[in-house]
């Protein structure tokens, strides 16, 4: 009879640290990258640019946010290298001490009145810093919980990866807002904006502390003792798992779903130039909302992509939030801000889900353990940073003034979803492939009975070990 220790990676205290270190980790992180987001459209210009020129100071600022997403691929050659050759842990603390720092940093820097122009360069190569840092967050932090989990629940605690992610923008938005909202401006703009930045010092103490306790994957561990770790995982990677790196940039395109919901969609809603007239503060809580509904559905489907596979849910949640898109901007057109608001939170909070849960741990089973790191945070990476220029290309294509605006940002949108959704369904179908054969074009999966009964009994067994 098949048992689910045949399949076992680790105990269930390491998969539970492993999944709490994942979590915690990337909250924290993308608290700091998102509260760099914040303070760039609310403060930045004012403190850290010439005041000569509110316009250029607006531009230059939110310029700073996205050479972040220039940083990222840069970061994932380099960080993924780190992982494959150095360990899951030591990539992850190698991300959060970046990231702490250089976060913390942003919070002591002077003013473009104290410095002049060395305000904004500093400004712009701690954000570089911060993309670095990030670019190696979730795909070590995936890779570490994936290669501590059972093997019928790697979607499922791999989920908690992108749960962690949208916690932190929640984390993000609730120290920020409140800040700015209830300070005098004179106090906000002179140092209240300092105290989320100076808050990093405990990412980089919980974080530690935490990520500390976990122990190195059993997977990469062997790989060590067969003396399989390879000494330039980057370039092994892409000789020998380009086609599905290829998938996973073409994947990661889903990201167009953001951008449609709380960056154009932003603009095209509060933005004169477009005259729907929309109150900005919507745009400061539909994110937020989004993210609250996030963190409930995605432990779910990433139990459910366990159950029927990671393709299904992947490829409905690219395709029906290509065509909710269409109705999103459509509520925005006829100045419904209720229908903005539920559609927003049904296509990004729901719908992209499907997606957002599962490619934590999609993505890495693409790869064998040697490359995954490398392979998963360059392709992930790059993918992602593309979808930074769509906002402006959608700007190109539906200026203000433009007629059908949903239809003609809607099919760009759809088109691109359709793209990721091709790539998914051409990938293989890895939830019932064994940790060690991840990565084999030739693998035989575990049959689904035999499969379903180590599921079940997994399952059977973490509940009777809670009780």
Known sequence: MT????????????????????????????????????AASLIFPQIFFPKGDPKTAIVASLATFGVGYVARPIGAFFLGHWGDTHGRKQVL?????????????????????????????????????????????????SSMILEHAPFSRRGFFSSFTLQGVQAGQILAAAVFL?????????????????????????????????????????????EGEQGKVPKAPVIQAITQSWRDMLRVVCASLMNVIPVVTS???????????????????VYLWIPVLGNCVAVLVIPFVGHLSD??????????????????????????????VPLAIVISLLMWGVVYQGYNAVFPSFYPEMFPTR???????ISQNIGTAATAMLPALFAY???????NIPLMIGSITLGVT??????????RETYRVPMKDLGNPDATPVPKAEYDQIHAQTIAAGKAAQA
């Open 178 to 222: 409140p800040l700015a909202y209830y300070m005098p401006s004179e106090a906000f703009n002179s140092w209240g904006w300092r105290v989320p930045f100076l808050l990093s010092f405990i990412v980089i103490v919980v974080g530690y502390i935490i990520r500390r306790e976990v122990d190195e994957t059993p997977a990469f561990a062997q």
């Open 397 to 403: 294509v539906a200026p203000p003034g433009a007629d």
């Open 371 to 377: 490359t995954r790191v490398s392979a998963m945070a």
């Open 3 to 38: 048992t689910p220790q045949k399949h076992a990676h680790g105990d269930s205290r390491q998969t539970k640290k492993a999944t709490a270190s994942g979590w915690i980790g990337s909250a924290l992180e993308y608290y700091d990258f998102f509260i760099y987001a914040t």
């Open 263 to 281: 960056v154009f969609g932003a603009a095209y809603a509060v933005q004169p130039g477009y005259g729907i007239g929309f109150n900005k503060d």
């Open 93 to 141: 603390i190698l991300c959060m001490f970046l990231m702490g720092f250089s976060t913390m940093a942003v919070g002591l820097l002077p003013t473009y009145d104290q410095v002049g122009l060395l305000a904004p360069a500093l400004l712009v190569l701690l954000r570089l810093i911060q993309g670095f840092a990030v670019a190696g967050e979730i795909s070590g932090a």
């Open 307 to 336: 159950k029927i596979g990671r393709k299904p849910p992947m490829i409905f949640g690219a395709l029906a939030a290509g065509l909710l898109s269409y109705a999103y901007l459509y509520a925005i057109s006829i100045h419904s």
């Open 418 to 427: 359709a793209i990721s959704a091709i790539a998914i369904w051409s990938a």
